[in-house]
């Protein structure tokens, strides 16, 4: 039983903790590392691990002001917000700034005493670690955070199997070999539920659990026929990198269409809980499944944001001029979650479940207790662009309201007679013309892929139950955020206000962190 708990509480329980934290380079991996140093400066050590060839590249990482994704003008708005870029920086990034102002110069020392770099990687046995290392940190860690994984909904099978799936595995595994652990605290996703509709439970994978009837999932035979299929590749000496690349990505689509998910990315995180929950004993475990993050909504720094969320490329491409109309239907409910409030969910499991030898799943979302429907983001938008128009407006300094389809028969229909059979023609006279014109086809051709692969990124009509949260919620005594130091851990959506958050905090900062 959880009991009663304030700020206050969650604050101290910090204090002199060891934790290890993987994913730290990551969006909400670095609004975690900045929130437990910003509250709770006697926190021992924090521990990131982090993908580098030595621990001076990984301290680098972490430290320097690098792997901002913005849109730049050489970039295309489909290579932009489709591509897999590796995110980096920790203590460099703006969102820091609070805590630079509170420790003035003594900000490097103070993040050289709490911030320990590791390098290493989850995809390994022992995490990479030596055995020196991992006997040191075997007797240190009291929390384990694992939030490093491959997000890319499209991800080679073999690449998000190993992060995903044996990521999992190899984390449970180093936190049994912890003998002071309290608790592992794994980073998941709501969505992978998949593509079911109604009311979705905070229930866990069962081992060969799958979501199409009749279908067992083997997971060693996932692995298998990864290893298999990567052999044939090898010794057949036609084949090249990039036909490598795409048959992995074909055989994860393939698989996890199989099973009954829609891509690679959900496939895989619900085989890594189906893992975490088989594997760990009486490991204490929380699975946090987060709806799509979005920007910071207050502290430390509203509107900040990384990395391209299924949203955020619509607002992206609205104001680049680049995508004009879109499939949803503004009636149906967006399941967005601040960032922060993500974070505050997440600490105040720590501190709720610390010790305790179960396994616990919080849905962090917002569909059930604060639906926000698209209609809203809809309408903020035009009305922020309309007051702040972006550089490629058009003559009159405005652009257009965009245009929305509400069924899949309209979008294709129209997609169809504008884009497609043009395409068609200009594909058939570029044949004629020996290839006069393949610039331009391959460049109408991938922006026509990039329109029909973003709509496929929007989830159906879903409501993610939230008991367990909300009882983890009723668990906090309520408490004003206070402007003279005061804490909050506030994670219920109720607080929102969907309209004021896209257009005054949202969308200013997907144009600042994103486009500018």
């Keep these: 039983m959880i009991s009663q708990m304030d700020s206050g509480n969650v604050v101290a329980f910090f204090r002199g903790r060891s934790i290890l934290i993987t994913g730290s380079t990551g969006f909400l991996g670095k609004v975690l590392v900045e929130k437990i140093l910003r509250v709770q400066p006697d926190v021992k050590k924090l521990y990131l691990l982090v993908r580098a060839n030595d621990v001076e590249s990984a301290t680098r990482r972490v430290q320097d002001e690098v792997g901002d994704k913005k ?68 007797n240190e860690i009291d929390i384990i955070v694992n939030g490093a994984a491959t997000t890319n909904f499209y991800e080679r099978y073999d690449v998000a199997f190993d992060s995903n799936v044996l990521g999992a595995k190899n984390i449970c595994e180093f936190a049994k070999k912890c003998t002071k652990l309290k608790m592992l605290l794994h980073v998941s996703t709501a969505y992978v539920a998949g593509e079911q509709e109604g009311l979705i439970l905070e229930k866990p994978f069962l081992m060969g659990q799958a979501l199409r009837e009749g279908r067992h999932l083997d997971i060693t035979s996932e692995l298998n026929l990864i290893k298999e299929t990567r052999r044939e590749m090898k010794a057949s000496n036609r084949c090249s990198e990039k036909t490598e690349k795409r048959t992995m990505k074909e055989l994860g689509l393939k698989r996890a269409k199989h099973f009954g998910w829609p891509n690679t990315y959900v496939f895989t995180k619900a085989m890594g809980e189906m893992l975490l929950g088989h594997l760990r004993g009486d490991l204490p475990v929380v699975i946090i499944r987060p709806s799509i993050i979005t920007s910071i909504l207050k502290e430390p720094l509203p509107g900040w944001m990384e990395g391209i969320r299924t949203i955020d490329s619509v607002i992206i491409g609205y104001a680049k001029q680049t995508l004009s109309f879109f499939l949803v239907d503004l009636n149906l409910i967006m399941d967005v979650i601040p960032g922060d409030m993500v974070v505050n969910a997440m600490m105040v499991a720590m501190a709720a479940h610390s010790g305790e030898q179960a396994q616990t799943i919080y849905h962090v979302t917002s569909s059930l207790r604060n639906p926000a429907p698209y ?59 020996c290839g006069m014109f393949s610039r331009r086809y391959d460049e109408l051709s991938r922006k026509y892929k990039f329109v029909m692969h973003l709509v496929e990124l929007y989830a159906p009509y879903t409501f993610f139950d939230d008991i367990n949260t909300e009882k983890l919620r009723i668990t906090m005594r309520k408490q004003e955020d206070k402007n003279d130091g005061g804490y909050c851990f506030d994670f219920d959506p109720k607080s929102i206000d969907w309209d004021e958050y896209f257009y005054k905090v949202h969308i200013p900062g997907v144009v600042k962190y994103l486009c500018d």
């Design 375 to 433: 209609a809203v983001l809809s309408d903020a938008g035009h009305r922020y662009f309309f007051a702040n128009p972006p550089p490629r407006a058009g003559k009159n300094g405005r652009l257009r309201r965009m245009r929305f389809f509400s069924t899949v028969a309209s979008f294709r229909a129209h997609m169809a007679i504008n884009y497609k059979l043009p395409l068609e023609i200009l594909r058939l006279v570029n044949i004629a013309l």
């Design 71 to 138: 849109f730049t003008p050489g970039l295309s708005i489909e290579q932009f917000c489709l591509g897999n870029y590796r995110a980096a920086g920790v203590t460099g990034k703006e969102i820091f700034q609070v805590l630079k102002e509170k420790h003035g110069d003594g900000f490097e020392s103070f993040v050289e005493e709490k911030v320990c770099t590791l390098a290493g990687d989850i995809i390994y046995e022992n995490l990479g670690l030596d055995s020196a290392k991992l006997t040191e940190l075997s």
